[in-house]
């Protein structure tokens, strides 16, 4: 069994920084890509950003330049470090590992608004 545990998530104002991290936990063998998806009221999840494990990176077009995806595997952990907030990034985000499957944290609410 694999758990996913994320953290970070919370209220801030236009403008602002939040670091989100997932660390997975339990049978953790093999991983491959990580990333974040996050979905919004209303609107489909889309992935945000993803980092394979030879450290590739990429970004959906709306975050390019204000966020950061990384990784420590000694520790089986991904970070989303979020930078210039806008009330757009408002959603609730979710973090994944992919291994023989994916697998899925349990969702950190990240709200922008003044």
């Known amino acids: 069994q694999v758990r996913l545990v994320e953290s970070g998530g919370g209220s801030v104002q236009p403008g602002g920084s939040l670091r989100l991290s997932c660390a997975a936990s339990?049978?953790?063998?093999?991983?491959?890509?990580m990333g974040w998806y996050r979905q919004a009221p209303g609107k489909q999840r889309e992935l945000v950003a993803a980092i394979t494990s030879g450290g590739s990176t990429n970004y959906i077009d709306s975050v390019k330049g204000r966020c950061t995806i990384s990784r420590d595997n000694a520790k089986n952990t991904v970070y989303l470090q979020m930078n210039s907030l806008k009330p757009e990034d408002t959603a609730v985000y979710y973090c994944?590992?992919?291994?023989?499957?994916?697998?899925w944290g349990q969702g950190t609410q990240v709200t922008v608004s003044s």
């Open positions: 994944y590992t992919d291994m023989h499957i994916r697998y």
């Open positions: 339990g049978s953790v063998f093999g991983i491959n890509a």
